[in-house]
């Protein structure tokens, strides 16, 4: 059949003509781009999860970023917590030697006080000028920021890391649930007559810092046992007072300090067969609390069971929830960490010796340095750390009989300082503030290392790795196979060739209808 009005074959090769050229252009802009998918049309279902992996890699980049930033300036931190703890060695080594008074003349001690003046100085200086881009990092400014405290019932609070999940405060409930404890021996005296030691007496007393022995005569009342013992308290750890306040009742022997690592040993030297010595010390048997609240009755106790023969005993550590946890004791200090919550606190001896009594609160209410660490901004992609104030003022926080005392008491010119400067001669108080704040900014250094080695460090190879995977999976959607296209294109030239070779040829027989026409 002859028509001319409908090329039909024109029309067939005009569409596969489009769609040549159209695959033509595809592979051409795939080849001039690299990518595969351009358009949300080339694969729909592709370019969603494309997009979306693109956007966890840019989020996993920066939390690469922000790890490799976070490390820097714990980094930096750490380096100045270095120099403090050189300075802090260093005012040791002037108080020990300050403590020779028999080979270090009183020139000598005060020009050592001078360099202990000016280290204390440097330290606070440091505290004050640390930065890391204008970002203060030792003054305080990163410590967490807590709030209704009873200093009754808690001494000091020390707030490692708190996690703000859907709050601005978080509440910290301690609980006391078992009592601290001194270790504690007991003595009752002699009978007949009561009040008096029966025969001369050489006790061995030692305690947590040392042992020392003392001598009492036969027929001296018990208070010269006491006195004699009070006055190498500084020496042994030990202190001693009569039982009910009364010197025919007895004495009780008892550590200085709370907790575990605290003990007490009382033990006569030289003297007679034990089975027939006057000598008898007790103690609570089962490392029970001491009873309180009622004249101590020693018939009672003894025959009860309560008090049980013995030369030592240990003191115990408390034992607290912190918001429902159990925390770990060390004397009165209660400790708990975990990624919501962990922090470090002394009970007063009031609060940590007493279980019954009601639980402590106080809130905190916000600081402390927070690293985002992962591509989503939620907690469990965050991190917090609290870095408290280095300055003088706020190291070596220790309780001095009375009042709890900080570095900047070494300084000279305190006169209310039980630890005065070692031109005063006072040098264990000193010592011991001293020891305190080299813990704590060593602990400080710990805490911040750990951070850096098991978080920041781990964090950035878990999300390299992440972002190698996420890159290549992305790859695999997105990008162009070069080969393949290569391929395709040459194909698609070809078609393109031969549909336009076509159309010409489709067009031509039209022209034949003229033959007809003669």
Known sequence: MARINTNVASVIAQANLSRSQSDLQLHLERLSTGLKINRGADDPAGLIISERIRSDIEGINQGI?????????ISTTESSLSEVNDLL??????????????????????????QIDS?????????????????????????????????????????????????????????????????ALFFQGSTAPPGITQSALTLEVKGLDGVETIQVGSGQSLNAIVQ????????????ARLVNGNVNSGIVFESTGYGSKSFVSVKRLGGPDPSTDSFKTYKIANNAPVPSGSPFNWTSFISSGL????????????????????????????????????????????????????????????????????????????????????????LGGTFNGSTVEYLNSLKSGQPNSIAASVTQGNFKPASDILA???????????????F???????????????????TASNSAIRDADFAQESSALTRAQILASAGTSTLALANQQSQQVLQLLG
């Open 119 to 183: 280290a204390i100085d440097s330290i606070t200086r440091i505290s004050n000028t640390a930065t890391f881009g204008g970002l203060k990092l030792l003054n305080g400014s990163l410590d967490y920021q807590v709030s209704g405290i009873d200093s009754s019932s808690i001494s000091n609070v020390r707030v490692n890391n708190a996690s703000f999940v859907s709050t601005n405060n978080l509440q910290v409930n301690v609980d006391v649930i078992a009592s601290a404890q001194v270790g």
């Open 65 to 73: 970023a922000n790890s490799s930033r976070a490390s820097s300036v």
């Open 452 to 470: 850096e080695k098991n978080v920041l460090e781990t964090n950035t190879r878990s999300l390299q790795s992440q972002f190698e995977n996420l």
């Open 89 to 114: 060695n260093s005012i040791r080594s002037l108080i020990v030697q300050s403590a020779s008074t028999g080979a270090t003349s009183d020139a000598e001690r005060a020009a050592n006080q001078l």
């Open 307 to 394: 008090l049980v023969p013995g030369d030592r005993d240990e003191g115990k550590d408390v034992s607290a929830l912190v918001n429902g946890n159990l925390a770990t004791g060390d004397g009165l200090n209660v400790t708990t960490n975990s990624p919501s919550l962990g922090l470090s606190l002394t009970l007063s001896a009031n609060n940590g010796t007493n279980p019954t009594a009601t639980p402590t609160n106080f809130y905190i209410t916000g600081g402390g340095a927070l690293f985002q660490l992962g591509p989503d901004v939620n907690a469990l992609q965050q991190s917090t750390i609290g870095i408290q104030s280095v300055a003088a003022s706020q």
């Open 436 to 450: 305190t704040a080299i813990d704590q900014i060593t602990e400080l250094r710990g805490r911040l290392g750990a």
């Open 228 to 239: 004699a013992v009070n006055n190498t308290t500084a020496l042994t750890g030990v202190k």
